[in-house]
């Protein structure tokens, strides 16, 4: 007879994954073992097993959960209606609200996707890419006579605003809402009034 699922399965999941990202954040991927994992989520090392293989499995889940929940979020945004100025700060403000409270998963993101094996890789960046495309496309209509037929400028706008909220994100990790919403302005500000010059 199969077992069956508990009723709270999801939420014991969310809260072994959360603690996961925070373990394999300060001490490392490869450093981590389940009996920390275990530890920090505050149930025993069989009960992790009965929702994961192992760690490989559980970092999957981490970064596929992140990265495809982060893509959604910001490439769901509605823009119907609004000119092109009022999208570019709607969605330069969506990534920084998106990023709070996410630090260990974005650091397990950076240090550890390495870990995941070819074909995992390449899914966690199709998440990224999508993310990428939708804010250049945002940044793209901002200013169509700069852009058009010049893909390479494009490119380093874009990836110049995700340089800007990442520093802010990396050292204002404890920022609460307003202030994300403040430094998103200043960062529309800046692109808005620059990519005319460029």
Known sequence: ???????????KRSQILKSAAKVFAEQGFDRASMTQLARECGISKANIYHYYDGKDAILLDILDTYLRDLRDRICGIELDGAVPED???RVI???????????????VQINAMSALPADQQKQMRLYQRDMVRFVSDTIQVTAPEVFDGNADKLRSATMSVFGMLNWYYMWNTGAGSKAREDYANLVADLTLKGVKGL
């Open 87 to 89: 999208r570019l700060r």
């Open 1 to 11: 007879m199969a077992r069956t699922i508990a009723k709270d399965h999801d939420q």
């Open 93 to 107: 403000a969506e990534v920084l609200l998106a990023y709070q409270g996410a630090d260990h998963e974005h650091q």
